[in-house]
């Protein structure tokens, strides 16, 4: 069993910051890529930020230069640091992570539960 936890969600102006946290936890043997991905009300799901095992990022052109994607390989853990958010920014936030389990043959991907920011103007 493998999970995906994250934290880090609320409420917060325009201009502000929130910094968004995603635990993976079970029988994990290795994680390749992980990354953030959002929803917002009547749209598709979207890639916001990527991060693969050797620390090399992507981000969506929307984001480039406000938002930071890292992680902590020893903990599993992916951080997402959302700076200058806009109403735009305003979705339920998902992570996701590409894993491979001490049953599996092959990386499969997970998702946590998601997690919900608002930015108000």
């Known amino acids: 069993q493998v999970q995906l936890v994250e934290s880090g969600g609320g409420l917060v102006q325009s201009g502000g910051s929130l910094r968004l946290s995603c635990a993976a936890s079970g029988s994990i043997f290795s994680i390749n890529a992980m990354g953030w991905y959002r929803q917002a009300p009547g749209k598709q799901r979207e890639l916001v930020a990527g991060?693969?095992?050797?620390?090399?990022?992507n981000y969506t052109d929307s984001v480039k230069g406000r938002f930071t994607i890292s992680r902590d390989n020893a903990k599993n853990t992916v951080y997402l640091q959302m700076n200058r958010l806009k109403p735009e920014d305003t979705a339920v936030y998902y992570c996701n992570a590409k894993i491979l389990t001490s049953w599996s043959v092959r990386h499969y991907d997970y998702w946590g539960q998601g997690t919900q920011v608002t930015v108000s103007s």
């Open positions: 991060i693969i095992s050797g620390g090399t990022t």
